[in-house]
């Protein structure tokens, strides 16, 4: 059994996420956990691939529950498992690949809440697609 975190809030601890079967046929999956006017927690859901793209007024924190991923991260790849921490200022390319059998989980804290609107896909071998350049 491969290791995999828990999502504790103060109600109680998630060890699974039940996705829908329209959820589970989607390459990548995002579900809305919490949100407020500072702040969004959003559980993902990776079978195959995300595109390159950028997100121009958000940072990312991204939690690893389960499962292997090749990321690639401002201008670099690398391998990624359960309970590793990616930090994604805003304005960095970057995308997930799914390396394992099975989907992999990944609990994604958004700084400010994420509105649904900002992410801009990019070509990433253009030299002009990062923002913080």
């Known amino acids: 059994m491969a290791p995999r975190g828990k999502r504790i809030s103060p109600e109680k601890a998630w060890d699974e996420i039940e996705w ?3 959820e589970k046929s989607r390459d990548v999956a995002v579900r809305t ?4 006017s500072e702040a969004s927690a959003h559980a993902v859901r990776l079978s195959t691939a995300e595109k390159p793209h950028v997100h121009d007024r958000h940072d990312m924190v991204i939690f690893v529950r389960s499962g292997k991923a090749r990321v690639f991260l ?3 790849y690398v391998m990624v498992g359960a309970g590793d921490v990616l930090e994604i200022p805003r304005g960095t390319v970057h ?9 992999g989980e990944a609990y994604a ?3 400010p809440a994420y509105d649904g609107q900002d992410m801009r896909l990019v070509n990433p071998d253009d030299p002009t697609h990062d923002s913080r350049a």
């Open 20 to 22: 829908s079967a329209e």
């Open 95 to 103: 995308w997930a690949q799914n390396l394992g059998p099975g989907a």
């Open 33 to 36: 956990l919490w949100k407020t």
């Open 74 to 76: 401002g201008g670099r």
């Open 109 to 111: 804290l958004y700084l």
